[in-house]
């Protein structure tokens, strides 16, 4: 099978175009540095291909199929060895067009991109996108170098970048024989499309979110200034929404400076023993002043052990406080709040679960799956109405992936919801455990 027909001749060209374009693309963002090391790799193996060793670099199977005449007469310009090996295996798409404008060779993830088994020997036309085909025309006839950016429509639209790169002819090319005139790389930058759109959203989330309370501020002090100068009684009311708008924009510059910091730490996993269920109990306390306002009790388990998870006591107990005063802001006046361990499950060995669940009217099906997600709110006038930010969540699930664990929301329409957290437990909590004793270090002392 002739899968490769270009002359092994032009190695030193791809190779050097390769390197050129791992060179721009490491410019252009130093997180391509592991990529674009593939690419150097790959043109230091293709000019080596073109070393006196290069039969030596060729496997037995390789030997056998150039002894094949027909295989001789096609003599692949990328010879079967490791640098084809590497060309194929990259995990950006690699394609080699001809002087007429078909493919000589496209690497597994070109021809996956393009969802296409084989794109060899198929016109540049099959690469879909009139973008891409115009950049390769110009490529191939004007020896014109250049990116563009296109999508390919999917159930989940694809967005690509190619890199268009003309190829010398080689000094001591045959006449007749197809030549590659371009290497087209072409990498998936849906991730870093995807990233900015949600940048950009948060950017205008965030100021609407304080230009809302900033303008009704400017409205108060334009009242006071008026006429209500001379109300006393006026003007100790509208101080007072004064005083509850910079509340809430407090909030709001609180929570958005405690996202920021979970996530500057996301990657770095707590590494300090934290009694788990004692801040449990903590903020349970602290909330329960809030709660009777709302005449909601907060029924609170009792702990028979305090296992110890990894983890940083003040986003711990951020966590607990949010979720604990979701549960008293949604679940409704006058119902109970029940905090309790969630049962074992051998689907999170090794985990504790402590769950948090209120009596209210229940989240809809179709918002559960994005309540973590950055001011994505149920009803936006409900939660402002009981002083939330949209963030809660948010900084919930930043803090738990941190912690290695996991938010688990179970809801009932007209019920109420369950919000668990996961955590992996220490260790050394579970060793003490096994043997029966008390996971707690201060029990014994308690005891004594
Ligand atoms: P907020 O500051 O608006 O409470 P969160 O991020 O804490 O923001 O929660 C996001 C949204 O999830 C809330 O606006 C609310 O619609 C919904 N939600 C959170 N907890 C509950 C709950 N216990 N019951 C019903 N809805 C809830």
Redesign the pocket.
Known sequence: MALFTVDRRLAPCVGAALAGFAATWVWEDPLNVVVAASAGALAAALVFLRSPQETALQSVDTLEETEDDEALETAPALAPGQGRAMLERLPMGVILIDRGSSILFANDKAAETFGIQTLVDQPSTALRSPRLIEAIDLGVSEELASSVQFTLPRAQDVHLRAHIRPLESAADSERGKREAAALVVIEDVSQAILTMALHRDFVANASHELKTPLSSITGIIQTLLGHARDDPEASERFLNLMSAQTDRMMRLVE?LLSLNRIELNERNAPREPQPVLRIVFEMADALREIAEQDRVTLEVFEASTHPFVLGNREELAQVFR??I???I???GPGNPVTIALAPDTPERPEMIGIS?T?R????PRE?IPR??E???????S???E???????????KHVLNRHRGDLE?V?TLDE??T?TVWLPIAEQSRRTADDGANADPDADANAA
């Open positions: 929570d949010n979720l005063d979701n549960a802001k949604y679940g948090i209120d209210g009217p229940g989240i918002h309540l973590t950055r001011f994505y709110r149920v009803s936006v409900r939660s402002r009981k002083g939330g930010t949209g963030l809660g969540l948010a900084i919930v929301i809801s109420g919801s919000f």
